[in-house]
């Protein structure tokens, strides 16, 4: 398992499920068996193809979903055993940026009352001028200006709404933050603006981040560890400059190498691309779920599911390829794609 000397863990997550009911007898699974700590301090980046279940476990991580299986464990403590006083005071500690800037506000509500709602439900003590002194600092804190609080929010653009959306989880102080792909509906320009507040927030406030994104460029930035799902599993988790210089399972290699190069002089001819649909996760394939769409499978990636495991330090993957040892493992890969490029060169 995971081994990070001298580090707190803040989130530990075991064995946890999150299954919708779709049918009768019919269950989609969002989330499944999936076992994994975020360690105080640290920012988890969290990535995969869209409908992979990023999202589901951000929710479930805050009880926004009730997991269906397994624990959730915020600093020791279950939180799916929470009566509702006790999950008031757990919403203080863990808040949450929502995906959509234009979605997550309420049209009704001024700025203003948007970031002080929370305020005035954690902080009862807190007088009014007081009240408004902090929402004009949070304002302030994310780049805004103090008479931003008596706008709505159809008067601000995608970048400043999503500033909105950070002021309003920071109103708590709280020590975790869930960043639900805060950056895909704003502008290149103003992405870097937002990513770069994050990070800067982080380094002042000692904040915990789970950033989830299908951004692998971007998730590089940011992130001390990377975490990659497929299908509502967790396939490969290791720290953020081993996975890009080192990915060992063959959907994260697919991922990496379908990051955009911003030159035109570079070919893209021989990089790993993946092919076929992502299967339904109502009716998941048999074995390692990734066997429909990986071209290293063998047999028995279509019988039995792969656990994750260590293969080295601080670095997990989930493949039937390395069962036998990471060398062996290397080697098996090598050995399939030079058996690939003969096969291309008779075709050719």
């Known amino acids: 398992m995971e081994n990070r000397e001298n580090k707190e863990v803040l989130v530990e997550v075991k064995n946890m499920d999150k299954f919708f009911r779709v049918g009768k007898n019919q269950n989609l699974k969002a989330c499944e068996d999936i076992s994994i700590n975020i360690y105080k301090g640290e920012t988890l980046g969290l990535v995969g193809e869209s409908g992979c279940g990023k999202t589901t476990f951000g929710r479930t991580l805050i009880k926004l979903y009730?997991?269906?299986?397994?624990?959730?464990k915020y600093k020791g403590i279950d939180i799916t055993k929470l009566d509702r006083s006790q999950l008031k005071k757990?919403?203080?500690?863990?808040?949450?940026?929502?995906?959509?800037?234009?979605?997550?506000?309420?049209?009704r509500m001024t700025i203003g009352d948007i970031i002080s709602e929370g305020i005035r439900v954690h902080f009862k003590d807190m007088k009014e001028k007081e009240i408004q002194a902090k929402v004009s600092d949070l304002l302030q804190t994310v780049g805004l200006n103090a008479e931003h609080g008596a706008r709505f929010p159809h008067e601000l653009s995608g970048g400043q709404r999503q500033r909105i959306g950070i002021a309003r989880a920071l109103a708590v102080e709280p020590e975790f933050i869930i960043c639900d792909e805060p950056i895909s509906a704003l502008d290149v320009s103003?992405?870097?603006?937002?990513?770069?507040?994050?990070?800067?927030l982080q380094n002042t406030r000692k904040l915990t981040y789970l950033f989830i994104s299908h951004d692998l460029s971007m998730v590089s930035h940011i992130s001390d560890r990377v975490g990659v799902m497929y299908l509502g599993?967790?396939?490969?988790?290791a720290k953020s400059?081993?996975?890009y210089a080192s990915a060992y399972h063959p959907y994260t290699q697919a991922l990496i190498s379908a990051i955009p190069i911003p030159d035109p002089d570079v070919s893209t001819a021989?990089?790993?691309k993946l092919e076929g649909e992502i299967p339904s996760p109502i009716n998941a394939p048999v074995g390692c779920k990734f066997n429909t769409r990986c071209k290293y499978a063998m047999d028995i990636c279509k019988k039995e599911r792969p656990s994750l495991v260590e293969l080295e330090p601080n670095h997990l993957c989930a493949c039937h390829l390395y069962d036998q040892g990471l060398e062996e493992g290397?080697?098996?890969i090598e050995r399939i794609k030079k058996e690939l490029e003969k096969k291309e060169e008779i075709i050719l």
């Open 66 to 72: 009730d997991p269906t299986n397994g624990t959730i």
């Open 90 to 107: 757990f919403r203080k500690q863990a808040q949450m940026i929502f995906q959509d800037p234009y979605a997550s506000l309420d049209p």
């Open 190 to 200: 103003i992405q870097a603006q937002v990513v770069n507040l994050l990070i800067e």
């Open 233 to 237: 599993s967790m396939v490969e988790v």
């Open 241 to 243: 400059e081993r996975i």
């Open 270 to 272: 021989g990089y790993e």
């Open 330 to 332: 290397i080697e098996k």
